[in-house]
């Protein structure tokens, strides 16, 4: 795409799963080298809008660092940084929740699934897509890949742009979405709901760290249905389709090349396939993972550099936005 300032963040819920993944990381990994500048952040401000154990959070935050750089992350081509080591995300967003009203943020995906699931919903859940915007306008961003869920939360980002820019004077690109077109994960217990990490069922997900027999055993255990044949319909048949998706993603082949694999066993035997094209995935990146976290100091090494490199394109844009403002 040639020139552009990449921008994108995941909150530090540990080590990542399946979803995770296949519907963000693999696509943060292709992307990387696209743009000339990329950003990823792991937005731990974001992530304490729900309560969170300070210790968890902290091993949390380097689960997600050894994964991101165990899954291909290229610190040589990407800023990675911790978002709350870059007071400017802070700074920003609150100049820029100035320019929000109220009722623009009411109906959010965030606050709607959220606000009422675990906590009364605080300030900052109900805020939460302001600091969204001000983590990709502080780089002047100009694509941010996401998933569906956040299309909303990026509009507000595009509209906050256009707000500051006609207030104050052009300063921010409109940022572009770059929508995955991965397909979603799904529970391997409910296939009607996606897989997550929220998932009270401990069979339902596969985390990347998972060993060979965990993953050979909750394949094993995936539901399916009455039909021996593996055919490829999400709408009558989900779980046996969920099994092609994952087969064809970790494999790297196209659904219609998994069926053809499948072609001749039944869901039983397939499973086998669907767990050696996982297990052969993800062993290298759970090795990774695990020499990584033994050096903790390393990666927050790796985090403090990255930080630094942050701030230093950071505070030049919320100078520029300060003297805007008129402070
Ligand atoms: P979780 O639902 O497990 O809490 P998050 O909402 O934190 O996961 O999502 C982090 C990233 O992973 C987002 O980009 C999201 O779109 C992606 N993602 C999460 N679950 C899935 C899934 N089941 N399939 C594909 N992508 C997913
Ligand atoms: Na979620």
Redesign the pocket.
């Known amino acids: 795409p040639g020139g552009g300032r990449m921008f994108s963040g995941?909150?530090p819920?540990g080590v990542p799963?399946l979803?995770?993944y296949?519907?963000?990381l693999e696509n943060w990994v292709a992307l990387q080298i696209q743009y000339p500048l990329v950003l990823y952040s792991i937005v731990d401000m974001h992530s304490i809008t729900q309560p969170q154990d300070p210790n968890q959070l902290r091993n949390n935050i380097l689960d997600m660092a050894a994964s991101l750089l165990a899954c291909g992350i290229d610190t040589e081509r990407v800023i990675l940084f911790q978002q709350s080591q870059v007071s400017e995300h802070a700074e920003l967003s609150w100049i820029l929740g100035c320019l929000t009203s109220m009722p623009r943020l009411r109906h959010l995906p965030q606050w709607k699934m959220k606000s009422k699931v675990k906590t009364e919903g605080s300030v900052g859940l109900y805020t939460y897509p302001v600091l969204q915007a001000a983590d990709i306008l502080l780089y002047k961003s100009t694509h941010v890949p996401?998933?569906e869920?956040q299309v909303q939360h990026l509009e507000l980002a595009q509209d906050l742009a256009r707000i500051f820019n006609s207030r104050y004077g052009d300063l921010f690109p409109v940022p572009r979405t770059l929508l995955s077109s991965?397909r979603?994960?799904k529970s391997l217990r409910d296939p009607s709901a996606?897989?997550?990490?929220?998932d009270p069922q401990k069979m339902a997900t596969i985390a990347i760290t998972d060993s060979p027999d965990d993953i050979a055993l909750k394949i094993r255990r995936a539901v399916t249905d009455l039909t021996s044949e593996v055919t490829f319909d999400p709408e009558t048949r989900p779980g046996v389709s969920n099994l092609v998706t994952i087969h064809a993603a970790m494999a790297m082949i196209s659904v219609e090349e998994a069926v053809s694999q499948a072609r001749g066993l039944d869901t039983g035997a397939y499973k086998k396939l669907v767990s050696e094209a996982v297990i052969q995935r993800l062993t290298p990146i759970r090795a990774e993972i695990e020499r990584l976290r033994g050096d903790p100091a390393h990666l927050e090494g790796v985090l403090a550099q990255g930080a630094q490199r942050a701030r230093g394109l950071a505070a030049p844009v919320l100078r520029e936005v300060r003297q805007r403002v008129g402070f």
Not at 194 to 198: E, F, G, L, Q, V
């Open positions: 995941i909150q819920t799963h979803g995770n296949l519907g963000a996401v998933g869920d991965a979603k994960v996606k897989m997550s990490k929220s």
